[in-house]
């Protein structure tokens, strides 16, 4: 995104839990400021060294342990990368219960660190149910070795849970259990076209009933989305006629025609109560790739224009389109959106993962202007706030969101976590040997 | 059980958050020890007044909020019922995504607690992935309130984590959110018999596959849990003839033609391959509900000829049954276990939640006698420290196990764990007004 610009002189590469524990330790007596990084992929900066930190890199714990292939749990380091280790479950009939574009690079600690969400967690939930045991190094090199690799344990409070999202805040993650899923054969894609977003509620609403257990997919997109990836990708859309809103459903079950019956049942209903104006099914795995890429290529196809502004965001659903006319509304009043070259906004889109009310709401620029910037900041943080959404859905605080955080979280909240983050790497020593070494000028 | 025996001269009813943030302020203020209280049903003390603490009884906090019907999150108190719960979004096509036993007396606050297993678990999977927000208040009064509806929220340290399976004691949980999956209109049940183990690993490793998405019940029973059920209920076994091991599998989806057809082909296959020696599908509700006896009334008959050790206990499953085995061998070893009634032991029992990997250990006795119990622990729980097991799967620590918890943490971690308790809810007080008065003398 060419957003941030790191600087550092010193990058470490532990190839042990033992050596991630005696840099902390050394780095925590010398006063060091420390940042772990792993695959390089987040979205919002937290892995990278603002001033001068040390750069700890994960890359060289990269071993697969043991996987049980009765119970499904998979025992990796958190230098893994996301991709290689999805591959070694699948070749025993598993999937890892996390997917993501980053996935060829992105190290599964880093996932687990910004409790990263992705394309699969409408099905397989989030990675506080399936991380089943951690090993995390504290920043005074203590090692928490909490590698369990049951489903259930209740002996006493779950502290793995804190380090799920902290953003390398208060300690560096080396090693996980990971519950994974039965992998399913047979997999179906539907496109359809709407004509209002009450209507695409109504499908989401229908497409869970009759889906149920296989729904693995439910994507928005509106309008202007497909026009622009149209006009970058010069190609025919799926769907004939223009639609104020398109909604991509994915099925992943065992068994295919059981899995296509369903889809066929959801779609006869749909379209017979006029829910849904148009749709496609994809006939083979090649129609489903391009299905997807109408849904996967819009956030690079608008920024074809000049420069986007990007917010992933979380919103109740029967509110959650209302941000993008809002915005729209409040930069055409502003005079800055217009179709020609004088108006420094070509539009205002919103896309993303309608099953997890996770809205990406991109604003499309003909170049940055500091007057867009006013008119979007602080109003889509407050536009959230008022409909107690997150100002952050999945990508995390890093340096990006640090200074919004209050948008999402009471004083009470920043407070307690500010507490937490004290508890493991205080930042006022007085006389203590730590001073807020893990990744500073970030998170809270 | 008869295990425990409460002592209390107070028994507060707050009946709002507010209520119970006076009530905890007022409480810290004067160092008295307080018991929060959800429906009493758990089974290892945890919510009963060991000396003279207040009773926090959150029996008139049994709102239900709010329930978003697209998005499937339902904003309820915390003194709700869970059979309350469940059947308010029963009425609405969706499934609380926790059963147990004790659902009709039991409350969610406790529920969440306890961090509750239970039936659901294999399809549904841990509340630390299904309770969305949390209004929770800190024994100083302070009220954190992270009530969040949404499924996605990646701004800050997940603080609610560490009051889920906390037992009450770092705060008291006041209101919840939680993520309800849609409910399976069908659902089928097989009952079969098999020679061994190794079978019974076969199997489930074959219903994963064959039955995927729409497992939901994978339970194990050995040749004598039924034995004595039979004994105690004197009807007819669901198998005619006698086999080692028994698994109830439970199927429940969306289409019931397509469940079946799941389920005969998981039979076939698992019947010519010789991994089931023999095998019955129920045929309506009422023999669905027949067949589930024969695995639910097991703890209940063990109890017939006098008295039984319970024993609730996690280990990797290729290891989960040995145990049985070696405690079986050790108690004939000892002269403990025999037919007639000058051994004490009648016999030890395995059956559990194996899709979770969950045994429940059942030691079944004419009369109590402390030979016994010397020749069972700690060999039962040195045992599962061995396997890396769980010496607490889905009960909890309470008062019963928390001198034991160092066989499934090590001190690091309790070290850790004293920690949090000591930031929320310090027991020395050095000017501080807090005295570790949440639910003291349990947990760790």
């Known amino acids: 995104m060419h957003k941030y610009r790191g600087q550092c002189r010193l990058v470490l590469k532990p190839a042990s839990t033992d050596e991630v524990s005696r840099i902390l330790r050394y780095c925590n007596d010398e006063m060091l400021a420390v940042?772990?990084?792993?695959?390089?992929?987040?979205?919002?900066?937290?892995?990278?060294?603002?001033?001068?930190?040390?750069?700890?890199?994960?890359?060289?714990?990269?071993?697969?342990?043991?996987?049980?292939?009765?119970?499904?749990?998979?025992?990796?380091?958190?230098?893994?990368?996301?991709?290689?280790?999805?591959?070694?479950?699948?070749?025993?009939?598993?999937?890892?219960?996390?997917?993501?574009?980053?996935?060829?690079?992105?190290?599964?600690?880093?996932?687990?660190?910004?409790?990263?969400?992705?394309?699969?967690?409408?099905?397989?939930?989030?990675?506080?149910?399936?991380?089943l045991g951690m090993e995390v190094v504290l920043p005074d090199g203590t090692v928490l070795d909490d590698m369990c690799t049951l489903r259930k344990n209740n002996t006493g409070y779950d502290l793995k849970q804190l380090f799920i999202g902290a953003e390398g805040t208060i300690g560096i993650i080396t090693k996980l259990s990971v519950l994974c899923p039965q992998r399913s054969p047979a997999v179906n894609v539907a496109f359809l076209g709407l004509s209002s977003y009450q209507k695409a509620q109504q499908a989401f609403r229908e497409a869970k009933a009759h889906l149920s257990e296989i729904l693995s997919a439910f994507e928005l997109m509106d309008a202007?989305?497909?026009?622009?990836?149209?006009?970058?990708?010069?190609?025919?859309?799926?769907?004939?006629?223009?639609?104020?809103?398109?909604?991509?459903?994915?099925?992943?079950?065992?068994?295919?025609?059981?899995?296509?019956?369903?889809?066929?049942?959801?779609?006869?209903?749909?379209?017979?109560?006029?829910?849904?104006s148009d749709g496609i099914v994809a006939q083979d795995a090649s129609?489903?790739?391009?299905?997807?890429?109408?849904?996967?290529?819009?956030?690079?196809?608008?920024?074809?224009?000049?420069?986007?502004?990007?917010?992933?965001?979380?919103?109740?659903?029967?509110?959650?389109?209302?941000?993008?006319?809002?915005v729209k509304a409040r930069l055409t009043e502003a005079g800055l959106l217009g179709e020609t070259d004088e108006y420094p906004v070509l539009g205002a889109v919103g896309y993303g993962h309608m099953g997890d009310s996770n809205l990406h709401l991109n604003v499309a620029v003909r170049r940055y202007d500091k007057?867009?910037?006013?008119?979007?900041?602080?109003?889509?943080?407050?536009?959230?706030?008022?409909?107690?959404?997150?100002?952050s859905a999945e990508h995390g605080l890093g340096l990006a969101k640090k200074n919004f955080i209050k948008y999402s979280r009471n004083d009470t909240t920043v407070g307690l976590m500010k507490q937490i983050k004290h508890l493991y790497d205080p930042a006022l020593g007085g006389g203590l040997p730590q001073n807020g070494i893990m990744n500073p000028y970030k998170y809270i």
């Open 35 to 131: 940042v772990p990084q792993g695959g390089n992929t987040g979205l919002v900066g937290g892995s990278v060294p603002v001033f001068d930190e040390i750069v700890v890199n994960m890359s060289r714990m990269n071993k697969i342990h043991s996987f049980d292939d009765v119970g499904g749990c998979l025992v990796l380091d958190a230098g893994c990368i996301l991709e290689v280790a999805d591959q070694f479950v699948a070749e025993r009939g598993y999937v890892f219960p996390l997917d993501l574009g980053a996935k060829g690079s992105c190290h599964v600690g880093g996932n687990v660190a910004t409790n990263a969400g992705g394309l699969r967690f409408l099905r397989y939930g989030s990675l506080h149910g399936s991380v």
């Open 224 to 276: 202007k989305s497909q026009q622009l990836v149209r006009a970058v990708r010069k190609e025919k859309h799926p769907l004939d006629d223009e639609h104020p809103f398109y909604c991509l459903i994915e099925t992943s079950g065992s068994n295919g025609e059981h899995d296509y019956a369903k889809l066929e049942a959801f779609l006869e209903s749909v379209m017979s109560n006029d829910v849904v």
């Open 287 to 326: 129609q489903i790739k391009s299905l997807w890429t109408w849904r996967e290529s819009v956030p690079e196809c608008i920024g074809h224009w000049g420069g986007v502004y990007k917010y992933d965001v979380s919103i109740p659903l029967s509110d959650m389109y209302t941000i993008v006319d809002d």
């Open 371 to 391: 007057k867009v910037e006013q008119a979007l900041e602080p109003f889509v943080y407050e536009w959230i706030e008022k409909r107690k959404g997150s100002i």
